[in-house]
């Protein structure tokens, strides 16, 4: 399997653009999440899926947050619209039950 | 919820020396301690967990041991070697909530 698969791996946007991120899981993991990365918050857990199904938003900032899982091999996190505060690395897991949790290698978001 | 603190921030050592990382955590219900270990540009990889049941546990020169007590857990990397240079985080978990906390990270960087 190539791993958790993130894209875009880099994105450059304007302010009140949206953004939209993609990313494939390990085929047969049951579990998906969507962490935020950032210099002064560190690793924050902004939402989570189970079997496709959204477990915990809590992390979730605001509104113009949204994620969805279609299917079990693909979700998407967008962002609309996008503020410079938003500028962070995105990261996206994967998990089976009882497993090792998987990271993509991010996507990196600079809002300007 | 679940508070990690990580110490310290930033760790540099002599090759061959070693390496300790301090976590505490403050919900006594995590008993799932993993290990994280990020390089530049990738994304999270777990490199060694230990669960509530143990005190400690060994992966050839990574080690990480667990006071339930104290609500501490640290990790050991001996005989350095400059690709253990990363960022290195803990975090903690209910065994029945996926939802890991982690610390704020160490940067560790070993000297040839």
């Known amino acids: 399997d190539a791993g958790v698969i993130q894209s875009p791996r880099h994105e450059v946007t304007e302010m009140g653009q949206e953004v939209t991120l993609r990313c494939k899981p390990i085929?047969?993991?049951?579990?998906l999440f969507w962490y935020r990365q950032t210099m002064m918050r560190g690793l924050e857990l902004l939402i989570y899926f189970n079997n496709n199904v959204p477990i915990d938003d809590s992390g979730m900032p605001e509104d113009r947050f949204s994620a969805k899982m279609p299917n079990a091999s693909f979700s998407t996190l967008k962002i609309q619209p996008s503020e410079p505060r938003d500028s962070a690395v995105y990261f996206c897991?994967?998990?089976?039950?009882?497993?090792?949790?998987?990271f993509g290698e991010g996507s990196r978001l600079t809002v300007l | 919820g679940e508070n990690v603190e990580q110490h310290p921030s930033t760790l540099s050592v002599q090759e061959g020396d070693s390496a300790v990382i301090k976590c505490t955590y403050s919900d006594s219900a995590s008993n799932y301690f993993p290990w994280y270990k990020q390089e530049l540009g990738k994304g999270p990889q777990l490199i060694i967990d230990i669960r509530s049941n143990v005190g400690e546990k060994k992966d050839q020169r990574i080690a990480v041991t667990l006071n339930k007590t104290a609500k501490h857990f640290s990790l050991h990397i001996t005989e350095t070697q400059p690709e253990d240079s990363a960022v290195y985080f803990c975090a903690a978990s209910p065994s029945n909530d996926y939802k890991l906390s982690f610390g704020a990270g160490t940067t560790v960087t070993v000297r040839a």
């Open positions: 897991a994967s998990l089976p039950s009882n497993g090792e949790l998987f």
């Open positions: 085929s047969g993991h049951d579990y």
